[in-house]
T-cell receptor, first 114, second 113 residues
């Protein structure tokens, strides 16, 4: 039972390049999330998927797209990377979104855009 | 404006000592409050979750309190261990649609031998 896994762990991109961050969970959770964490700030929600087949914008969606490929997988795509997207990206999942349900986080992807 | 503020920003204590971390929030409507522990280079791990009606919740040596009237929460760590060195994040979820969640910036705790 791996929980939430993310790939890659580290990535360096040049401005304008694109890439996809992968996330998978094996807990049969309905809801999945993408966050970014910047120094001195709290995690901020980029996009979430309440259930398979649905996605919605979070607090900071500009410059990102997502795909809920199936119940297990939720990917985050940067179409044209910018230095402002340098951050640590966390994927998370939970049984359902609302209520006191625990969120489980992946280990993170550290992205640097030069 | 919905905000979660944590204090102190960082804290150094000796192994075996107790400490208390603070979280003040101006979030409405309130759904629940969570405390997470985040080790360096890892994702956050949930310690406690409290709803409006819960005043206190324990998880081993971690005890969280919630005062919904004053919109304050605290996390008390008893008999600290070196492995408690981490960031502790307070998170408040709003009782609205859209999974609105506000994360605090965290308190960085260093436990020294």
């Amino acid at each position: 039972n791996a929980g939430v896994t993310q790939t890659p762990k580290f990535q360096v991109l040049k401005t304008g390049q694109s890439m996809t961050l992968q996330c998978a969970q094996d807990m049969n959770h309905n809801s999945m999330y993408w966050y970014r964490q910047d120094p001195g700030m709290g995690l901020r929600l980029i996009y979430y998927s309440a259930s398979e087949g649905t996605t919605d914008k979070g607090e900071v969606p500009n410059g990102y797209n997502v795909s809920r490929l199936n119940k297990r997988e939720f990917s985050l795509r940067l179409e044209s990377a910018a230095p402002s997207q340098t951050s640590v990206y966390f994927c998370a999942s939970s049984e359902v979104g609302q209520g006191p349900y625990e969120q489980y986080f992946g280990p993170g992807t550290r992205l640097t855009v030069t | 404006k919905n905000q979660v503020e944590q204090s102190p920003q960082s804290l150094i204590i000796l192994e075996g000592k107790n400490c208390t971390l603070q979280c003040n929030y101006t979030v409405s409507p309130f759904s629940n409050l969570r405390w997470y522990k985040q080790d360096t280079g890892r994702g956050p791990v949930s310690l406690t979750i409290m709803t409006f009606s819960e005043n206190t919740k324990s998880n081993g040596r971690y005890t969280a309190t919630l005062d919904a009237d004053t919109k304050q929460s605290s996390l008390h760590i008893t008999a600290s261990q070196l492995s408690d060195s981490a960031s502790y994040i307070c998170v408040v979820r709003l009782n609205t649609g859209g999974f609105k969640t506000i994360f605090g910036a965290g308190t960085r705790l260093f436990v020294k031998a």
